[in-house]
């Protein structure tokens, strides 16, 4: 791409995709956008329904469907390719369909010079974006997920009506697998500058810490709940894409809670990529925050990783 024009591949233009995609081109993220889909058919639908919309929005992008040759000068390639989550199954489920999807995809997008950004959506998001990791021969810092970001946006706004505060205001995480172990670790959690934990003290009449533990559960129930309700779940975390690579592309150094490989943060954790808070930047994930937690939280983190590692563990990586 040409000095100063960004360029997004994205494969996989399933509902997650195509909502990255259509949220792209509202908030002109990008001067050019490429579809990939095994589907081509599919791909080349979605790329024809989203240029007749340009007529209609404030951005002048290239919107195209291609092939694993427009990576080589793309600045970041999106994967949201893979199967998704049924009615009341686990996103570690998905994992034995979707490194089969991975190990066709990745490879492509390297051996066609490829030297940008992966940023991976598809679940179970921590171990695919290993397995990206893995299969890319990339530096780490190079290779993101969007981890727990969404899950982070929703924990913001639920206590940001539980306080009546600008969501804005509150400064708080979800952290670990974006998954059934994933924490809140409260001790870290501030109303503006003040922890939460003096909030409650103070007002022990109107806050309560039951409630704040009913929304980490909302916050960890909210997909299973979304899917139940209409099949699955894509604009929340299409905005959220949009979100990790606005601040690739503009070199922001923004905080948020991607996924990202431990390097041996909380007492020599490494290897496993887990939710955390993580500077992003047009180099990927710069720097990781390692937070100060309390014993249980570590546990917690502990049973996080073992889970993720587990799992990874059980591929054959090929
Ligand atoms: P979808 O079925 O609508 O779309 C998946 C697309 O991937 C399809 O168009 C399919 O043709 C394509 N595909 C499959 N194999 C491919 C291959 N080898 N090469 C290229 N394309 C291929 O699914 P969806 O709802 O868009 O979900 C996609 C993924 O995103 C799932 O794994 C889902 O669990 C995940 N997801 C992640 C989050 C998150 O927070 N990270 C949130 C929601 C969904």
Wanted: net charge negative; aromatic share 6%.
């Amino acid at each position: 791409m040409a000095e100063n024009k960004k360029k997004i591949v994205l494969i996989g233009t399933g509902m997650v995709g195509m909502s990255f995609a259509y949220a792209a081109l509202n908030q002109s993220l990008c001067d050019e956008l490429v579809l990939i889909d095994l589907n081509e058919q599919r791909a080349h639908g979605e790329a024809m329904d989203l240029n007749h919309g340009l007529a209609f929005s404030n951005s002048s992008m290239k919107i195209s469907c291609g092939t694993y040759q427009d990576c080589g000068d793309a600045d970041i390639v999106v994967i949201c390719a893979g199967v998704n989550q049924k009615p009341g199954e686990s996103r570690l489920e998905l994992l034995q369909r979707n490194e089969k999807v991975f190990a066709s995809i990745v490879p492509n997008v390297v051996q066609n010079g490829f030297d940008g950004i992966f940023l991976v959506a598809t679940n179970p998001v921590d171990i695919m974006t290993r397995i990206t990791y893995e299969l890319s021969g990339f530096n780490a810092n190079k290779v993101i997920g969007t981890g727990t970001t969404l899950d982070t946006a929703r924990l913001r706004y639920l206590l940001g009506e539980y306080f009546e505060v600008n969501p804005r205001n509150i400064h708080a995480y979800v952290i670990g697998e974006h998954g059934d172990s994933e924490f809140v670790p409260w001790s870290q959690v501030l109303l503006a500058v003040k922890p939460i934990k003096d909030v409650l003290k103070d007002n022990p009449q109107t806050y309560c810490m039951e409630e704040l533990d009913k929304i980490s559960c909302e916050v960890r129930n909210a997909a299973q709940e979304i899917i139940a309700a209409k099949g699955a779940t894509y604009y929340g975390i299409g905005m959220a894409i949009v979100r990790i690579a606005r601040a690739i592309l503009s070199d922001e150094d923004t905080v948020l809670t991607v996924s990202t490989r431990l390097r041996g943060e909380y007492s020599g954790k490494k290897d496993v990529f887990i939710g955390n808070p993580a500077i992003i930047n047009a180099g990927g994930a710069k720097r990781l925050l390692e937070l100060k937690l309390t014993d249980e939280e570590l546990e917690k983190l502990d049973n996080c990783c073992n889970i993720l590692n587990e799992n990874f563990n059980s591929l054959s990586l090929e």
